[in-house]
């Protein structure tokens, strides 16, 4: 359980190094492309400084698809908030859990509880308040469109190739693995940042990189926490606890002033995980 702690930690903290880079008004797009950079930065130090380091095509495959997605999802998490608005954004890529989970009770057979299952009822419609505005559901009825189909496509399958790597059992990879998805996603980012003719200024550099450790982490916490425990409880005790931490420190540090739907999507998150918790 304590992995699956620190990747929402560190989940959380990558959305929240974004948010706070852009209250200082630093240009997100460099302060994400830059993410990915040092992410494989991270990466390549980490590999070199890791005994016993296996490589193999599992790792090579499922990063090399990840670090793609990465770097896709985020090219639409821009379109799709300039368009669509950050809520429906935040809600729809939250909601993306549910593709890891339905892929753990169809493909991999794993069964929830009676409360695992009232868990799950109760998770999606938590997320949902965590993340609204009101006539959210109206505005993503009527306005959902490819962008948005895309970020939710983006991020279910970043989530599910991550299950898919850790079903194939080879836990000594998990290192070359990391490593590549974020090689795959900083080549990518490099002829983005060039084109857009940006030269970083050094917070934005530090941003990037803070940024990028807590992505490197949270995937490498998220690997452990699924070898760990089923895919049905980790992906969505990872979201509700990454939205709950993040709405603590908004409000908390950075201001945020949560409005009535935003407190029962937070009441409804606590019952979600300990519900999701309980192995009947």
């Not at 005994?51 to 379109?79: E, H, K, M, R």
């Not at 593709?99 to 949902?128: D, F, H, K, M, N």
């Not at 060039?194 to 916490?221: D, K, S, T, Y």
Request: contains cysteine; hydrophobic residues 55%; charged residues 10%.
């Amino acid at each position: 359980m304590w992995a699956l702690v620190l990747q929402f930690l560190f989940a959380a903290g990558f959305g929240l190094g974004v948010k706070a880079a852009s209250q200082r008004g630093h240009q997100v797009i460099v302060v994400g492309g830059l993410n990915y950079l040092f992410a494989a930065l991270f990466g390549t130090l980490w590999l070199l400084g890791t005994p016993d380091v296996q490589a193999g095509w599992q790792g090579a495959l499922f990063g090399g698809i990840n670090g793609a997605c990465y770097f896709t999802a985020y090219f639409f998490l821009i379109y799709a908030i300039r368009h669509q608005g950050l809520a429906a954004t935040t809600a729809v890529g939250q909601l993306s859990i549910v593709l890891p989970i339905l892929a753990s009770i169809l493909l991999w057979s794993e069964r929830p509880t009676p409360e695992q299952w009232l868990g799950l009822a109760v998770a999606i419609p938590s997320l949902l308040l965590l993340d609204a505005q009101p006539g959210l559901l109206r505005e993503i009825t009527r306005q959902l469109r490819w962008r948005l189909l895309g970020f939710f496509t983006m991020v279910g399958t970043v989530r599910l190739v991550a299950k898919a790597f850790a079903e194939a059992a080879v836990p000594a990879q998990k290192v070359f693995y990391v490593w590549t998805v974020y090689a795959v996603a900083g080549l990518l980012s490099i002829p983005l940042l060039l084109r857009m003719g940006i030269r970083p200024r050094r917070a934005e550099l530090g941003w990037g990189a803070f940024v990028g450790a807590c992505n490197a982490l949270q995937m490498f916490f998220l690997l452990t926490a699924l070898e760990q425990l089923p895919g049905i409880l980790v992906f969505p005790i990872s979201a509700c606890g990454t939205l709950l931490v993040t709405a603590t420190v908004t409000v908390g540090l950075m201001g945020e002033r949560p409005t009535r739907r935003i407190y029962a999507g937070l009441a409804l998150s606590v019952v979600a995980v300990l519900l999701l918790n309980r192995n009947g």
